[in-house]
């Protein structure tokens, strides 16, 4: 059984890694390479696509914190879309929303009542 399952397309804007599954302790190491082993160019964009992420705990913001990390170092943005909302409220909380660019314009946000101040 697949815990994580990562696949990668390459875009115009740079590259997009759609995650699904479990971004865990355990399957964080995984995410971590295929990042390590993506060109990214600088003005350009790496995309992470989280909409079939069904399970996230601290292990998986580290990761968001490191693609944003390696995005910074060569120049481009980090950009989270389709966030689930259970998702968006943990990175509201831990203050990383913002800096992960999770605001893009195609990104989910969480509802009204479930957004944490």
């Known amino acids: 059984m697949t815990l994580l399952r990562i696949d990668l ?13 479990e971004l865990d302790f355990h399957t964080a190491p995984e995410a971590r390479e295929a990042l390590r082993l993506l060109t990214l160019k600088q003005g350009g964009y790496l995309v992470l696509d989280l909409g079939d992420v069904a399970f996230f705990d601290s292990s998986g913001v580290a990761t968001l914190v490191h693609a944003y990390r390696l995005a910074t170092q060569a120049g481009a943005t980090l950009e989270l879309v389709r966030i689930p909302p259970k998702i968006a409220r ?17 990104a989910v946000t969480a509802p009204a009542d479930e957004q944490t101040t």
Request: glycine fraction near 14%.
């Open 9 to 21: 397309s390459i875009t115009e804007r740079g590259p997009r890694l759609t995650l699904a599954g």
């Open 90 to 106: 943990v990175l509201r909380m831990v203050g990383v929303y913002d800096l992960l660019n999770a605001s893009g314009p195609t």
